[in-house]
């Protein structure tokens, strides 16, 4: 039988590169010294490529670690030296420090703030203080309990009305 295959060159430049090999003898694709690796053990060699050796990542990590810790002592040293010292201008930089630091001036920051204190206010309202407001919530509670009864009356009646005997 004929074995026929069909080659989709990348560039038009690959084109005048195939022309240009010799005619003599069969082209091999996968050679000792440069194999082509198909089925399984393609499939081997993609998992254990994509696997990551524990010690590497680990020594990876390790360095990223005291070259960013190096980095903070520099940022800490530098904020030290500053402290206290005006600058061009004649304006000194004055933190807070301490066990309790200032909060952070952020957006997200100022909504959290914000919502504790409308859950403290929610807290400290009183529902149903006065006897007739407890009365009102009790009948309002019992009229949507009855609407509700109806509504299924009225939909399981439905249904009833719906099952008819259907042989086939």
Known sequence: GFQVAYVVFRKPAGVQA?????????????????PVKTGISKWIASYEAS????????????????????????????????????????WVKVTRRGRKPGL???????????????????RKELLNFYAWQHRETKREHIAQLRKKFEEDKQRIALMRAQRKFRPY
Request: net charge negative; no cysteine.
């Open 104 to 122: 952070p001036r952020t957006e997200a920051a100022n909504l959290r703030v914000l919502e504790k204190e409308k859950q403290k206010r929610a």
């Open 51 to 90: 696997v990551v050796d524990p010690k590497e990542l680990k020594a990876e990590v390790d360095a990223y670690m005291q070259d960013y810790d190096k980095r903070m002592a520099e940022e800490e040293a530098k904020a030290a030296e500053e402290d206290g010292v005006p600058d061009e201008e004649g």
């Open 18 to 34: 195939a022309k240009a090999l010799s005619q003599e003898g069969p082209l091999l694709i996968s050679t000792e010294s440069h």
